[in-house]
């Protein structure tokens, strides 16, 4: 069974840090690009990040450089997120997500991706 399942959200103040993981299964990690999104509410979503199957290739939102890292361990079938100095605006619900089969390569066009995990809630507050 094909799963995206995020974890590692809760509450920080501002400045804090979280690490969110996307545990994947049912299908070989390497082969796919992963991206993270962000919907925080009466936002659209927003792509944060994503990274090649391979880790190669990588590609941050402006309003998320020098703050946050992507990265993957595909032989843990697993791909993070660091997110440091955050910041009250980084409020939202995160969403790992699979882009389609063939397409290895990084993009942040939500459209490319076909699967999604249920997400995970990281609220930045004082």
């Known amino acids: 069974q094909t799963q995206l399942v995020e974890s590692g959200g809760g509450l920080v103040q501002p400045g804090g840090s979280l690490r969110l993981s996307c545990a994947a299964s049912?299908?070989?990690?390497?082969?796919?690009?992963i991206a993270w999104f962000r919907q925080a509410p009466g936002r659209e979503r927003e792509a944060v990040s994503c990274?090649?199957?391979?880790?190669?290739?990588?590609h941050y939102a402006d309003s998320v450089k020098g703050r946050f890292t992507i990265s993957r361990d595909n032989s843990k079938n697993t791909v993070s997120l660091q997110m440091n100095s955050l910041k009250v605006e980084d409020t939202a619900v995160y969403y790992c997500?699979?882009?389609?089969?063939?397409?290895?390569?990084?993009?942040?066009?939500?459209?490319?991706?076909?699967?999604w995990g249920q997400g995970t809630q990281a609220t930045v507050s004082s």
């Open positions: 049912g299908f070989r990690l390497e082969e796919y690009a």
């Open positions: 990274i090649s199957g391979d880790g190669s290739i990588f």
């Open positions: 997500a699979r882009r389609r089969f063939g397409k290895p390569w990084c993009t942040i066009s939500a459209s490319e991706y076909n699967f």
